[in-house]
């Protein structure tokens, strides 16, 4: 068994272009099986970070290239810390949407159905959510599209593809699962192997996070764009470019062992450019080392911390050091720095 993930080197003057090259040559014709689409965009901060959400330039070269195949949903879900029609904005979504006459779909809004899966056992997802866990309704029978980016993460070393769905097929309660997150996010694969026909990934690499992902990163240029129908197979290759084995990543391995992707880069054929391997860090930020060990340390004082209105004060804290503290001086530091390469430039194109 074997999976193919294509890769393209590219620039800021070529990216819309390279972006129809890349769809093409990873055959999304025959990939994505429905005309409805979910375009599963990635909001991992409301404010604008290189390399933490999906870049305005991901989403209008995409946009550009399938808009005419397919009805489109653009969705994103709100988090304890993230609010999606801010992000939409911050971000830059909201110009690219509307060019294509696509409205923004906050899944806060949206109809949640209870959901248990018939082909596959999710076992994680039961213990957390003691057998109701709810997914959208919408989701039900349409084809999914991630647009992630390469990208660290302090809770399961990489973020991508697969990790893109924790944000679609979990309610704002979603935190519940970070001392078990890499069994969550396999249970999670499972759900959408069962409720969506196909599965596509156009994953951006055009500036990468190193360090302390998924917000707190170092933005790093690598010049490189990802697409697949295995979201395993994406997201190995994506960790590999970082620098990292993807079978000694949990999630990946566990994917893999089940068969649900293929995680063993022997396996997979890269297509178009042959990507290059650097040597990213994973970190921690405060807020995700004092969740770890609060949850994983101290699990006397999990419920009273994180299952009751005290929690409510762990949101204000990370939102006070995020928003507040890191992003004014750390961040828009860098930031300014970032402004100045030809991928900040793109950016401040988008209006």
């Given at each position: 068994?074997?999976?193919?993930?294509?890769?393209?080197?590219?620039?800021?003057?070529?990216?819309?272009?390279?972006?129809?090259?890349?769809?093409?040559?990873?055959?999304?014709?025959?990939?994505?099986?429905?005309?409805?689409?979910?375009?599963?965009?990635?909001?991992?901060?409301?404010?604008?970070?290189?390399?933490?959400?999906?870049?305005?330039?991901?989403?209008?070269?995409?946009l550009n290239k399938i808009h005419k195949d397919y009805n489109i949903y653009p969705v994103e879900n709100r988090t304890v810390?993230?609010?999606?029609?801010?992000?939409?904005?911050?971000?830059?979504?909201?110009?690219?949407?509307?060019?294509?006459?696509?409205?923004?779909?906050?899944?806060?809004?949206?109809?949640?159905?209870?959901?248990?899966?018939?082909?596959?056992?999710?076992?994680?997802?039961d213990?957390?959510?003691?057998?109701?866990?709810?997914?959208?309704?919408?989701?039900?029978?349409?084809?999914?599209?991630?647009?992630?980016?390469?990208?660290?993460h302090g809770h399961t070393k990489i973020t991508g593809s697969i990790k893109n769905a924790f944000g679609g097929l979990i309610t704002t309660r979603r935190h519940h699962s970070h001392k078990i997150i890499d069994e969550i996010l396999v249970d999670l694969l499972k759900i959408q192997k069962e409720i969506h026909p196909s599965i596509f990934t156009i994953t951006d690499g055009t500036v990468s996070g190193n360090g302390a992902g998924p917000r707190t990163m170092k933005p790093v240029t690598t010049n490189l764009i990802l697409?697949?129908?295995d979201p395993v197979a994406i997201d190995a290759v994506s960790a590999r470019i970082m620098?990292?084995?993807?079978?000694?990543?949990?999630?990946?391995?566990?994917?893999?062992?089940q068969n649900l992707g293929i995680a063993d880069?022997?396996?997979?054929?890269?297509?178009?450019?042959?990507?290059p391997s650097h040597n990213f860090t994973t970190k921690k930020s405060p807020v995700v080392y004092f969740d770890q060990i609060l949850r994983k340390k101290y699990p006397l004082m999990e419920p009273l911390l994180f299952h009751t209105p005290i929690?409510?004060?762990?949101?204000?804290?990370?939102?006070?050091?995020?928003?507040?503290?890191?992003y004014p001086t750390i961040g828009k530091a860098r930031i300014r720095k970032f402004s100045k390469t030809p991928w900040g430039k793109l950016f401040r194109t988008y209006n």
């Open positions: 068994m074997t999976s193919k993930v294509a890769v393209l080197k590219t620039s800021p003057k070529t990216i819309i272009q390279d972006y129809a090259r890349l769809l093409d040559l990873a055959e999304y014709k025959t990939k994505i099986k429905t005309k409805e689409l979910l375009l599963k965009l990635n909001l991992s901060w409301s404010l604008y970070y290189p390399a933490c959400s999906t870049q305005p330039w991901q989403l209008e070269g995409v810390v993230t609010n999606p029609e801010k992000g939409a904005r911050l971000n830059k979504w909201n110009p690219i949407l509307k060019k294509y006459n696509l409205p923004f779909i906050s899944l806060t809004k949206v109809k949640w159905i209870p959901f248990h899966t018939k082909k596959y056992s999710t076992p994680y997802l213990q957390l959510f003691k057998g109701t866990h709810k997914i959208p309704e919408m989701f039900v029978g349409k084809s999914i599209l991630h647009l992630p980016t390469i990208k660290t697409a697949s129908d620098g990292f084995n993807p079978l000694k990543i949990k999630f990946l391995r566990l994917a893999h062992d880069l022997k396996q997979i054929d890269i297509i178009g450019d042959k990507p929690f409510n004060l762990c949101i204000l804290a990370s939102a006070l050091y995020h928003d507040y503290v890191w």
